[in-house]
């Protein structure tokens, strides 16, 4: 159902109305008859020779009124922000109210403040303003403005906050002496507008603001500015076209007499660093730049130290985490194909290989073997393919997946914080073993060309999560199983010999090498592997807003709370305490010193006893792309 159209002069009236000009303690009434009393009877009283009469006692005095509009703890005080005219007229209401006739508004008022008055018409009353200067409509609901109702004494017009969809009805008959037009937070798009901010229209324009609003073609836009000779003032943040890497050095180069670009002066160093830009603008790419990069996840818990050893036949438990975060896909993003699925894939096996000595050896055998088991794809050269699920116009990430349908099946995304939003696309860390400090060295470069569906990202913000996946493995069949078993019998006597045939620089690697190649023969190279258990540990908003206001750079810490327990702290300590005992027997030193366990015990205790668990947090920034130089915007473009 539309709401009911409120014109600006039924608003004026109702504001007016709210001041009570007529109500005590303004205007006239038993408060203050005595003071208005109709001329004949004041001329009869004041020829009668009489006394000196006191007031009566139903009337106040003329100070004892003012102060009860002035007073702020008065009931009859305007409220706060009140215009300056607003408490002239309440005063005068009191001093002299029979001069509060409608010809005395229409003269008296320079300027009109309606703000937040539901106005969504300017109507043709208006112009009985004879002498306003400064009209703010700022926060209404007007769509459009006929020009001919507006007074040709407008030096200020401001539709801040409003539902304007074009200028074009502002340039039907603008107000000739027009300095200052406020037309931020509207809904102005598309590359006509161009066409209506010209001195044909605005002869005497000194100050303009477009902020935030859907402005994407730069261009054309400074093109027709730079016929404003007057032109001081120009606001253009908010529109998806101050998102482009020069843009604020080709904005200043184009226009040279230009003092202050969104609010920030022009210095004389910038209009040297960018001259000459403007003559490049035709070639100039028209899209924006962004760099992701994510550092280190500190907080994660070992979920690893809860399962149970595994048996000879599985199942073998690997755990990986990564991080992923959404951003604003573009027309030609290869993901669409993918239906947004992460970006990514690393195999179990290499996460195994990360992961070392927490994991049987046998274990981390069966993982090398799959390798040839048509998960990955190698070079000549034996080094993994990188290829990329992202955009056409993103930096590649690394993907081991050489099917859509492959990636599903590994990848299934059955947490809805780990499906994208739409017109968005899904990205991903690769995935990382568990340490107390997870280093991400995550950084991915986006290019976007569509830059309307950019901004309302930007407003909207990315989600980041911290993702961790469970991959169970199992024995493809029954010799791998004795296999194992063979492995884990004769796995004390080949350390022995090793020790005693070799020595420990060249020899132990030797020994490794042998070891593997015999692994290798008596086991089968695949495993068997479910479909990964992903779950959630943290998720939350990064809010992107100051990139749209003219910020460069958003950088925070997502902190997602607390999540590790003490139970899996423990298991953790006590299990990291022991590696160094292991590594010095297998290095064949000497053993621990005396009173070492009891150490351990008294610093665990500690530990137990003042027990901080670290929170759950991944460092995160996004880096709009901006040239600081004309010749770096010209560099990148040869590039």
């Known amino acids: 159902m539309e709401e009911p159209t409120r014109t600006l002069s039924a608003a004026v009236r109702e504001h007016l109305r709210q001041l009570c000009l007529r109500e005590f303690p303004c205007g006239t009434g038993s408060w203050n008859k005595s003071r208005f009393l109709p001329q004949t009877w004041r001329t009869w009283r004041e020829l009668t020779p009489r006394e000196e009469e006191a007031a009566s006692p139903g009337e106040e005095t003329r100070e004892a009124l003012l102060d009860l509009v002035r007073s702020p703890h008065s009931p009859w005080a305007l409220l706060e922000g009140s215009s300056k005219e607003d408490h002239f007229l309440r005063e005068l209401a009191i001093q002299n109210p ?111 603001d477009l902020g935030f609003n859907n402005l994407t073609d730069l261009q054309s836009l400074i093109a027709s500015l730079s016929t404003l000779q007057h032109l001081r003032l120009l606001v253009l943040q908010g529109n998806p076209l101050a998102l482009v890497p020069y843009y604020r050095g080709f904005t200043i180069d184009s226009l040279s007499r230009l003092c202050v670009l969104d609010d920030i002066t022009v210095s004389p160093n910038e209009k040297h660093l960018f001259r000459d830009l403007g003559h490049s603008g035709d070639l100039l790419p028209r899209e924006a730049q962004f760099v992701v990069t994510i550092g280190n996840v500190r907080g994660v818990p070992d979920t690893s130290v809860l399962d149970p050893e595994p048996g000879p036949q599985g199942p073998f438990i690997t755990y990986s985490y990564y991080v992923t975060y959404d951003f604003v896909e573009d027309e030609e993003d290869e993901g669409k194909k993918y239906g947004g699925v ?141 296999a194992s078993l063979s492995a884990r019998k004769g796995k004390g006597e080949k350390n022995k010999k090793d020790k005693k045939g070799t020595d420990l620089n060249g020899g132990k690697e030797a020994a490794k090498d042998q070891k593997g190649s015999k692994k290798k023969k008596e086991l089968p190279k695949d495993l068997q592997q479910d479909q990964p258990i992903l779950r959630v540990l943290g998720s939350g908003a990064v809010v992107l807003e100051p990139l749209l206001v003219g910020e460069p750079l958003v950088s925070t810490v997502c902190n997602f709370g607390v999540i590790r327990t003490l139970e899996s702290d423990r298991l953790t300590f006590l299990r990291d305490s022991k590696k160094p005992k292991k590594a010095k027997k297998e290095t064949g030193k000497s053993k621990t010193k005396p009173g070492a366990s009891e150490k351990r015990k008294s610093v665990f205790s500690m530990y137990e006893g003042d027990y901080q668990p670290e929170p759950l947090t991944v460092e995160v920034q996004i880096q709009l792309n901006q040239c600081r130089s004309a010749e770096e915007a010209i560099r990148a473009l040869s590039l």
């Open 98 to 208: 029979l001069r509060l006739k409608d010809t005395f508004f229409y003269s008296y008022f320079k300027s009109l403040r309606m703000v937040n008055k539901h106005v969504s018409l300017v109507d043709k009353d208006l112009l009985k303003f004879t002498k306003l200067e400064e009209l703010i409509l700022s926060a209404n609901r007007i769509k459009e403005i006929d020009a001919v109702n507006l007074p040709p004494t407008l030096k200020v017009l401001e539709l801040y906050g409003n539902e304007v969809t074009s200028m074009e009805c502002l340039c039907a008959r603008p107000p000739p002496c027009l300095q200052h037009l406020g037309l931020g937070h509207n809904k102005l798009l598309g590359p006509l507008e161009s066409l209506y901010v010209t001195a044909d229209h605005w002869p005497t324009l000194v100050s303009l």
């Open 342 to 482: 992460l970006a990514e894939i690393v195999s179990p096996s290499l996460i195994m290989e990360q992961l070392g000595e927490e994991f049987p050896e046998e274990v981390i055998g069966e993982a090398e073997g799959s390798l040839e088991s048509g998960l990955t794809t190698q070079t000549q050269s034996g080094e993994l393919e990188e290829e990329s699920l992202v955009s056409g116009g993103s930096a590649p990430l690394p993907r081991l997946t050489d099917s859509a349908e492959e990636l599903a099946k590994l990848r299934p995304l059955t947490d809805p914080r780990l499906c994208p939003s739409p017109g968005t696309v899904l990205f991903s860390t690769v995935r990382k073993p568990w340490a107390e400090v997870i280093p991400c060295n995550y950084e991915m470069q986006h290019t976007l060309k569509d830059l309307v569906p950019l901004k309302a990202f930007l407003l909207a913000g990315t989600t980041v999560t911290v993702v961790e996946e469970k991959v169970l493995s199992w024995p493809a069949g029954l010799p791998l199983v004795d």
